[in-house]
C-alpha cells in the first residue's frame, strides 16, 4: 500500500460495511464496528494515520488518528 495516504474509509456498501483507501477497496465486513476495527489494523499495517467513518448516507462522521 502507498505509505503517503494520509486516511482509510469506512463506507457503507449496500447492507455491508467496506474500507477503502483512495483507489481500492480493502475489505468488507458485515457491521461498521467490524469494518471500524479492520480499518484501524490496516492502517496501523499500512502506517496511514487517520481511518475515516462515514454515516449510512456516506457523509463524514468523524476521524480517528491511529498510533502506528
Known amino acids: 500500500m502507498n505509505n503517503s495516504l ?26 461498521k464496528s467490524e469494518a ?12 496511514v494515520p487517520n481511518v475515516t467513518i462515514h454515516t449510512a448516507d456516506g457523509s463524514v462522521e468523524k476521524h480517528i488518528s491511529v498510533e502506528n
Not at 476495527?37 to 499500512?46: G, H, N, Q
Open 36 to 47: 471500524i476495527e479492520l480499518a484501524k489494523e490496516l492502517a496501523t499495517v499500512a502506517e
Open 6 to 31: 494520509n486516511s482509510l474509509h469506512v463506507v457503507p456498501l449496500g447492507e455491508n460495511w467496506e474500507v477503502e483507501s483512495d483507489a481500492a477497496t480493502l475489505g468488507q465486513a458485515e457491521s
